[in-house]
C-alpha cells in the first residue's frame, strides 16, 4: 500500500494549483472578459451592503463588465467572506468586507471558517463608520470624562446598550472600560435600533453603536453624544469632540474594504485597487459615501493588509480580558 501525501506535501500542492489558476487566469486575456461576482456578507439594505453596491456600480461603469452583487449573510458576515476565501483566484469572485469578519471575528468564533491573513487577498480600504457613545438627556455628563466618573461614583454599574453580542459596540464598551476603569454594563440587542430605542426610553443609560444609526435623533436631542471613537471628527456630527481629544485612548469603527481569495493575480489588485482609490476621492464618491454615513478612505493593498493584522490584534486582547464569547 503507498503511504498518504504528508499534510506538508497536500499543502504545497494546493498552493502549486492556486497559483497555476491564477497564472490561468492572466492567460486567458484581458480582465474581466465577463461579470464579477461581488459577495455582499450582510443582508441586503444595511448600510454595509449599500456601501458595497456603490462600489459595485462604479466599477461596472469603469470595467464595461457587470460587477454583480450578491448577499451571503450570517455568521457575522462569516458565511459570505468564507465563499470568498473558497472562491478560485481568477479575479471573478471577489467581497467587500467589514471589520468583523476581516479582523474581530478571529476572537470570537471558535472555529472560524477561514483566515483572513492566509485565505484572503487585501485589495482596497473604502472607508469607515465611527463608533458612537450617546446619552439619555437625563444623564448628568455632557463630556466623556464626566460619564466615566458618573459611572465609578454609582452604586451599580451603568447601563450601556449595543447593537448585538460581540458587535462593534459591545467590543467598544468594553474597551471604555478597559481604559478608564469606568464601571459599565453592556447590554446586547438585536440590532442597532432596538439598542437606540431603549437609551431614548431611559430602560438604558447609553448606547454604544455605529454613528450613521443614531444621527437623526442625536440632532433632534433626543440623544446627547459624548463622544466618536474615530481619529478624527465625524463630518456629520463635526460639534461632537472624538475620545482621544478627551484623554481616552480609544478608536473603534467599522471599517469596509475588498478583498479576493489567497493568490489572486498581482495586475487584478493593482486595477481594483487603483480604480476604488480613485472612487473614494472623488467627489461622486465621497458624495455618495457620505451619504451612508461613511468616511471615504484609500490606501494600498499592504495597507489594509496591516489594518487586518493590527485590529485583529487589538480586540482579541479586549475579547480575552472582558471574557466575551460567541454561543
Known amino acids: 500500500m503507498k503511504p498518504y501525501p504528508s499534510p506538508r506535501a497536500c499543502a504545497t500542492l494546493a498552493a502549486l494549483i492556486l497559483a497555476l489558476q491564477g497564472a ?41 463588465q457587470q460587477f454583480v452583487a450578491e448577499n451571503r449573510s ?65 444623564v448628568k455628563a455632557n463630556t466623556l470624562a464626566e460619564f466615566v466618573a458618573l459611572s465609578k461614583s454609582s452604586a451599580n454599574a451603568v447601563t450601556v446598550s449595543n447593537p ?16 478608564t476603569g469606568a464601571k459599565l454594563q453592556p447590554v446586547p440587542y438585536k440590532g442597532d435600533s432596538p439598542a437606540m430605542v431603549d437609551a431614548m426610553s431611559g430602560s438604558v443609560s447609553a448606547v454604544v453603536a455605529p454613528v450613521t444609526s443614531l444621527i437623526p435623533n442625536i440632532q433632534a436631542n433626543k440623544l446627547r453624544a459624548l463622544a466618536v471613537m474615530s481619529k478624527t471628527r465625524f463630518p456629520g456630527l463635526p460639534d461632537v469632540p472624538t475620545a482621544n481629544e478627551q484623554g481616552v485612548k480609544l478608536e473603534a469603527t467599522v471599517w469596509s474594504a475588498m478583498v479576493g481569495p489567497a493568490g489572486l493575480p498581482k495586475s487584478v489588485v493593482s486595477s481594483l485597487n487603483a480604480e476604488i482609490n480613485k472612487y473614494t476621492a472623488s467627489p461622486e464618491g465621497k458624495a455618495k459615501l457620505n451619504s451612508l454615513g461613511m468616511v471615504p478612505l484609500s490606501g494600498t493593498p499592504e495597507q489594509l493588509r496591516e489594518l487586518m493584522r493590527n485590529e485583529a490584534t487589538k480586540w482579541q486582547e479586549v475579547v480575552k480580558s472582558a471574557r466575551i464569547s460567541i454561543e
Not at 32 to 47: D, E, L, N, T, Y
Open 24 to 64: 490561468a487566469a492572466q492567460a486567458d486575456g484581458p480582465w474581466p472578459s465577463k461579470p464579477v461576482r461581488v459577495i455582499m456578507p450582510f443582508a441586503a439594505g444595511g448600510s454595509s451592503d449599500l456601501v458595497g453596491r456603490q462600489v459595485a456600480q462604479s466599477l461596472s461603469a469603469h470595467y464595461g
Open 74 to 138: 450570517g455568521a457575522g458576515g462569516n458565511i459570505g467572506v468564507d465563499a470568498v476565501a473558497k472562491s478560485a483566484p481568477d479575479g471573478y469572485t471577489l467581497g467587500i468586507g467589514t471589520s468583523g469578519p476581516l479582523a474581530n471575528n478571529k476572537s470570537l468564533y471558535h472555529p472560524m471558517p477561514f483566515d483572513a491573513e492566509k485565505d484572503l487577498t487585501p485589495i482596497a480600504l473604502v472607508g469607515e463608520i465611527p463608533v458612537v457613545i450617546a446619552v439619555n438627556p437625563s
Open 164 to 179: 448585538g453580542n460581540g458587535t462593534i459596540g459591545h467590543l467598544a464598551t468594553e474597551y471604555l472600560s478597559i481604559q
